[in-house]
């Protein structure tokens, strides 16, 4: 064998190691994506849960923001007003992890919805209207400002239904 066969069979050698290592660096970013995909979506879960939590524990205040606002207490708006500003900071990285590909349409579309639900009401709109310009992100206010253009959730109607003794629609 002369020095030129076996250069070329060093050459495809080395073109065969170049193609294994590229594909493997390509399944394990695929790989890496996906985890990071997953665990965006349980930091969100996470914190989905937290709000629940803390809203069950301001029950009161966020049921009076709907249904009597101009009877909140000054401790009432300010519990509110907390409440809302961490669950639109929540809902900003969740619209910020869309655009970078980190959260699916799917789940995207249902963070959207828990934004008709917060805004359900003319406090929360009036609290949107104030606090949206100077605590958020011109994007995701625009965003949101286009979602509330499209349609908007009556809270009050909402909670009227779910009431003990009332009879749901047959609509």
């Not at 979506?41 to 049921?63: M, N, V």
Request: hydrophobic share 45%; glycine share 6%.
């Amino acid at each position: 064998m002369n020095w030129e066969a076996i250069g070329a069979v060093g050459e495809v050698a080395g073109a065969i190691g170049v193609i294994a290592t590229l594909t493997y660096l390509a399944a394990q970013i695929h790989q890496n994506t996906k985890a990071i995909r997953g665990a965006t979506l349980d930091s969100i879960t996470e914190h989905q849960q937290f709000e629940l939590r803390w809203s069950s524990e301001i029950g009161t205040s966020f049921r009076k923001s709907i249904e009597a606002p101009g009877e909140l207490t000054d401790q009432e708006t300010w519990e509110v007003t907390e409440w809302m500003t961490s669950a639109f900071v929540a809902r900003q990285n969740e619209f910020k992890q869309f655009k970078q590909g980190l959260l699916d349409e799917d789940n995207w579309a249902a963070c959207e919805k828990i934004i008709y639900m917060c805004l359900g009401s003319a406090w929360a709109q009036n609290w949107w209207k104030e606090f949206s310009v100077i605590a958020f992100p011109d994007d995701f206010v625009s965003h949101v400002n286009r979602l509330l253009a499209e349609k908007t959730l009556d809270y009050a109607g909402v909670l009227k239904k779910l009431d003990v003794g009332n009879e749901p629609d047959d609509a």
